[in-house]
């Protein structure tokens, strides 16, 4: 299983982009899944951005994202989209999209499926 993430692209501080992540394996239902976003900048560890757990169980937000990124999910085409406002130079990194837990006390600690990253440049 594959998890393809597109929408990166360079941008100024203060906008936007939107991110997409899509299921490029026949068979993959997103629902059953808890799907996060992840990033990492070189030479920073990679954290995680924002999840929406399997079956509309709810969403979750790093600390650093809250009240500029919106996730939400489109089932019934295996996507989850990543709506970014407000961006700032240290948003910077690759952001990839992966199959991971979402809830309770198992909120984006492991990475089962992923696919390759897209790059997001924020310029000051």
């Known amino acids: 299983v594959q998890l393809q993430a597109s929408g990166g692209g360079l941008v100024q501080a203060g906008g936007s982009l939107r991110l997409s992540c899509r299921g490029v394996?026949?068979?993959?239902?997103?629902?059953?899944?808890?799907i996060g976003w992840f990033r990492q900048a070189p030479g920073k560890e990679r954290e995680g951005v924002s999840c929406?757990?399997?079956?509309?169980?709810?969403?979750y937000y790093g600390d650093f994202v809250k009240g500029r990124f919106t996730i939400s999910r489109d089932d019934a085409n295996n996507k989850v989209y990543l709506e970014m406002n407000d961006l700032k130079p240290e948003d910077t990194a690759v952001y990839f999209c992966?199959?991971?837990?979402?809830?309770?006390?198992?909120?984006?600690?492991?990475?089962?499926?992923r696919g390759q990253g897209t790059l997001v440049t924020v310029s000051s």
């Open positions: 929406t757990a399997a079956l509309n169980g709810g969403s």
């Open positions: 992966a199959t991971t837990g979402c809830g309770g006390d198992d909120i984006m600690k492991w990475i089962n499926y």
């Open positions: 394996v026949p068979g993959f239902y997103s629902e059953l899944y808890g």
